[in-house]
Structures are given as structure tokens and as C-alpha cells.
């Protein structure tokens, strides 16, 4: 190929709509192999969304360090607990109206750990509205019994009823009396 077939040859060759529609073609076919991959595994992952979404969460509440609070805000946060049908862990401290969960929370959906400490004492008015001092609400701590089941009831009584000091039982065979210990994977 000498001259002009030469030349006309080397123009073809690089023409720029014969060179992009040669490759684009060859571009094509590999974006389609990433792109069909591409879709099944979006299909994939969205069908493992469904089925995560589909199956109810399970979470625990672990209690560790709870001091106690407002028995109205522990009501209301047990009560949701409940209705979600969660377990409880009782990790660590659990004071004061944060033992209402065995009133609310069904027993056999709480457990204690080793570490498990329960506090017990008389419902009192805010301090902060009482210039720092202890105002002991007598309907506070009836309603706060009310709660209770059984077992808690019984071990209050044996340990001289609900006082303005706090009252304790740490993990053992008398705590063992109110609640189950949790199992081993905990």
C-alpha cells in the first residue's frame, strides 16, 4: 500500500467516529457485563434489607449504672420495653425507681448478672423543690409498692420495709429469690 490507498487506509483508521463507534461497542459490552453484575447486587442487598426489616429487632437493655430518677419517666420507659417484649439485664446498680421494672417488665423476661446490686428505699419529692431536703411522698412510695411483684415485696418486708435510707441486695441466693441469673452468654 503505497500513496494514496496508504493514506485513505491510516484517515479510516483514525477516524474518529470509526475509532469511538469500534470502541464504543467494546466499551459498551464491558460496562453491560458491570452493570448487569452491578444490578444483582443491588438486587441482592435490597432483598436482604427486606428480610432484616421484615424480622423484628431484638435489643436488650442492659442496666449497669442506674442511680434512679422520676418514677413517672421510668413508667413510660418500661412500659415501651414491654410492649416491645425486650429483655432486661441487670449488669450492675439499679436503684430506686429503676426497680420498678419488676413491676412493669414480665419477670421472666429479666435477668441478673453477677455484678447485679438492687436498691430499695422510700419515694421522696424532688429535692431540688424542697431546698435540699428529703420530703418523704408517702402516695409516691405506695404507688411505687403497688408495682412491686411478690417476691420484691416479701424481701422488703423481711428487711424492715421501705425507709428513707436505701436498702440493698447484691447477687446472690436472695436476689436469686426475686429474679433469675441470667445465662452464661450474657
Known amino acids: ?22 470502541d464504543d461497542s467494546a466499551v459498551s459490552r464491558r460496562f453491560n457485563r458491570i452493570d448487569g453484575r ?4 443491588m438486587g441482592l442487598m435490597l432483598c436482604l434489607a427486606v428480610i432484616c426489616a421484615a424480622v423484628p429487632a431484638r435489643a436488650d437493655l442492659r442496666i449497669t449504672r ?16 414491654r410492649a416491645r417484649h ?14 420498678m421494672v419488676f413491676g412493669i417488665v414480665p419477670m421472666n423476661k429479666i435477668c441478673v ?8 428505699h422510700q ?19 405506695s404507688d411505687l409498692m403497688a408495682y412491686y411483684p411478690s417476691s420484691v415485696k416479701d424481701w422488703i418486708r423481711r428487711n424492715g420495709g421501705l425507709t428513707p435510707q436505701m436498702k440493698k441486695i447484691k447477687n446472690g441466693p436472695e436476689l436469686w429469690k426475686i429474679v433469675d441469673p441470667c445465662p452464661e452468654d450474657f
Open 38 to 41: 452491578l444490578m444483582r447486587a
Open 86 to 99: 425486650e429483655r432486661v439485664i441487670i449488669d450492675g446498680i439499679c436503684n430506686s425507681a429503676c426497680t
Open 66 to 81: 442506674d442511680h434512679g430518677g422520676y418514677v413517672t419517666e421510668y413508667k413510660a420507659k418500661y412500659e415501651q420495653i
Open 1 to 22: 500500500m503505497r500513496g494514496m490507498d496508504w493514506l485513505q487506509y491510516r484517515l479510516r483508521r483514525l477516524d474518529p467516529r470509526r475509532t469511538l463507534a469500534r
Open 123 to 141: 419515694a421522696y419529692y424532688d429535692k431540688s423543690f424542697t431546698f435540699g431536703i428529703k420530703v418523704i411522698s408517702s402516695e409516691g412510695t
Open 113 to 120: 448478672t453477677p455484678r447485679a446490686s438492687l436498691g430499695f
